[in-house]
């Protein structure tokens, strides 16, 4: 069964940083592209970066030069690293696969306030 864990969220103050983590499960993992989506309250769900097979990645333009995607093959992981957040960045964090997202998760809260 296809299983997505994410942690690393909190509350963080303007111009901090956080570093996401999501484990998945009960699939191809290195056979596919994964990503970071977001929910804020009262939205619609967002794509924010997908990492590629090939390690190319690619961000939604609010993310872009503050937001990093890696990924580890061999431990089934996506990483987000988050620098410069914003107050807008506050939203529940998930990832799933590129492509026909399915089974999600229970997400990461982050929230960045004074």
């Known amino acids: 069964q296809v299983h997505f864990v994410e942690s690393g969220g909190g509350l963080v103050q303007p111009g901090g940083s956080l570093r996401l983590s999501c484990t998945a499960s009960?699939?191809?993992?290195?056979?596919?592209?994964m990503s970071w989506y977001r929910q804020a309250s009262g939205a619609e769900r967002e794509l924010v970066a997908t990492?590629?097979?090939?390690?190319?990645?690619g961000y939604g333009d609010s993310v872009k030069g503050r937001f990093t995607i890696s990924r580890d093959n061999d431990k089934n992981t996506v990483v987000l690293q988050m620098n410069n957040l914003k107050p807008e960045d506050t939203a529940v964090y998930f990832c799933?696969?590129?492509?026909?997202?399915?089974?999600w998760g229970q997400g990461t809260q982050v929230t960045v306030s004074l």
């Open positions: 009960g699939f191809s993992f290195g056979s596919s592209a």
């Open positions: 990492i590629y097979t090939g390690l190319s990645a």
């Open positions: 799933n696969t590129r492509y026909r997202p399915g089974n």
